[in-house]
């Protein structure tokens, strides 16, 4: 091989081992703005849930708005059970939207946009009105959480005013619409296990997408 022919080779490898060293730093430094990019928008999303992480009480596929609270105001209300905390939400109601009764068994309930179930995939149902009232109060209870310690929650659905009650609670399948004045979704209660997190509610729901 001539001089001009090493010389040449040598130039050809020298570019090539440069292009590809530029190309590798412009893919480290776009991976490292990425990477960046990333942990400012987990940060972010972190720190909306714990300064304004809510609950939504919805029509069918999140619209309309019925109910919300908001996570950061709940309040300690005791232990349901040894290692088990209650904490209440009160809802405030959407003045603008009234949930129909025949709508109420389908609405939705969210927690920080996710949707965890409707109303009428209860497990459990509770009556914590009086006889005589003319406003029916009952308690939907559901087992299941959205979080390694949220362990389940129930909320609370008011409706009337109609002729006082006598007997059995009323059931929302069994009203029409012209039958009832008003429906509100009252309160939501949550039960969080273990002591550690009582502290920091929203810690409890680790488990929701963006939530690490």
Known sequence: MS????????????????????????LQAQNNRLREE???TRASALQSAKGG????ITGQGGSPLYAHGLLHNAEHHGSAEEGVSIYNINLISNTQVICPIS???????HVNGIKLVTIGEYDEKDCIGTEGDD??????MFNTGCGTHWKGFCVG??????????????????????????????FCSIDITN??????????IPNLPGFD
């Open 135 to 140: 406003t029916e109060k009952l308690v939907y």
């Open 103 to 109: 709508k109420a068994m389908d609405a939705e309930i």
């Open 38 to 40: 990333i942990n400012k």
């Open 157 to 186: 659905l008011y409706f009337g005013p109609f002729p006082p009650l006598r007997g059995e609670p009323r059931d929302p399948r069994d009203m029409k619409d012209e039958d009832v004045e008003e429906v509100e979704f009252g």
């Open 3 to 26: 001089d001009l022919a090493a010389f040449l080779a040598a130039t050809i490898e020298s570019k090539v081992v440069e292009d590809l060293k530029e190309e590798n730093d412009t």
């Open 53 to 56: 992480g809510r609950i939504d």
């Open 195 to 204: 002591e550690e997190n009582e502290g920091d509610i929203l810690r409890s």
